[in-house]
């Protein structure tokens, strides 16, 4: 069965500097790979999607990358500040007989950004 | 984006009731909806597939005659958490797709579930 990496422990960053998360994932690669910001006690939020074919993909202070020979997603956050603290999730999609492809989730980096 | 709004927040019951979770889209029609369990420090965990008007859709392992879900309307989804225990205590969350085609969510608060 998939399975999907992310370091579990927390990344500690000094605000300004970049922090990198990454999600490495075994088997075959999906569709799409999404990250997701979740706060303490709330739902995840949907950061950004990058589709199987495209190697890069930015939004503002985030970028991520896709490698599927590697089978790795790194996901950029530069000039951190002390708001992006938070838990990023990783999420695979992937399409079978349904009309929407279901999520797998790995169990998300918790980053923290000291001023 | 769209707004998800779920009710309760939080629940603390007794063994052996049963809690309902609302989970409501508050701004659009929401034909599909997704229901996760999150125990802590662990991953999101898909339990089923709701589907307006027909039955839901359950993954592997998840009891649907323990967790019973009803999609009424466009804009309602109720998840059951019948007889429970305290090994169901957990972060509930539903989430319904974006019209991005790539499957993102748009994630409820989450219902925070305490069997006692």
């Known amino acids: 069965s998939q399975k999907i990496e992310q370091n579990s422990e927390a990344l500690n960053i000094q605000e300004g500097k970049t922090a990198t998360l990454t999600c490495n994932y075994t088997?075959?690669?999906?569709?799409?790979l999404q990250w997701y910001r979740q706060d303490p006690g709330r739902g995840p939020v949907f950061l950004l999607l990058?589709?199987?074919?495209?190697k890069e993909k930015r939004k503002e202070r985030l970028k991520v990358t896709f490698d599927t020979t590697l089978k790795q997603s790194l996901f950029h956050i530069t000039a951190s500040q002390p708001a992006d603290s938070a838990t990023y999730l990783c999420a695979l999609v992937y399409f079978a007989t349904d009309s929407w492809g279901k999520l797998q989730f790995g169990a998300g980096t918790q980053v923290v950004v000291t001023p | 984006g769209a707004v998800v709004s779920q009710h309760p927040s939080r629940v603390i019951c007794k063994s052996g009731t049963s809690v309902k979770i609302e989970c409501r889209s508050l701004d659009f029609q929401a034909t599909t909806m997704f229901w996760y369990r999150q125990f802590p420090k662990q991953s999101l965990m898909l339990m089923a597939t709701?589907?307006?008007?027909?039955?839901?859709?359950?993954e592997q392992g998840v009891e649907k005659d323990k967790f019973l879900i009803n999609h009424a309307s466009l804009t309602l989804s109720t998840l059951t958490v019948t007889s429970a225990h305290p090994e169901d205590s957990s972060f509930y969350i539903c989430?319904?797709?974006?019209?991005?085609?790539?499957?993102?969510?748009?994630f409820g608060p989450g219902t925070r579930l305490t069997v006692l």
């Open positions: 990058i589709r199987e074919n495209e």
């Open positions: 088997n075959y690669s999906p569709a799409y």
């Open positions: 989430s319904t797709p974006q019209a991005g085609g790539g499957n993102e969510q748009f």
């Open positions: 709701s589907n307006e008007g027909s039955k839901a859709t359950y």
